[in-house]
């Protein structure tokens, strides 16, 4: 589940997670179900040789809640991706794994 933390005491929604909330300082921080749904902030291309496993996106994304974080989109080409383009969360990786947070086109 892809979770923030909210203040209780001012409302703001807070990443990266913290002890004290960055714009009012209370420790009255609660962990709530984000939305997933956000739009792409800034885009850039890794290039990278096929058998390296070809180019790749890397994107920070506003968060409908209002946070910025660093993720990519997957399922379409790293190139595609535009700055203003919608998209949703999705939880990546299974198994053995490790889980991380990813974006696809809304």
Known sequence: ????????ACGVHVFYPRHLC??????RLEWKKASGRGTVYSTTVVRQRP?????KNL???ELMEG???LSR?????????????A???EIAGDGEEPKFLVFRRA
């Open 1 to 8: 589940e892809f979770s923030l933390q909210r203040c209780t």
């Open 22 to 27: 960055p714009e009012c300082g209370s420790a």
């Open 51 to 55: 058998e390296a496993g070809g180019n």
């Open 59 to 61: 994107c920070v994304v």
């Open 67 to 69: 946070p910025r974080l």
């Open 73 to 85: 989109v997957e399922g379409m080409p790293a190139d595609e991706v535009r700055i203003g383009m």
């Open 87 to 89: 998209v949703t969360a």
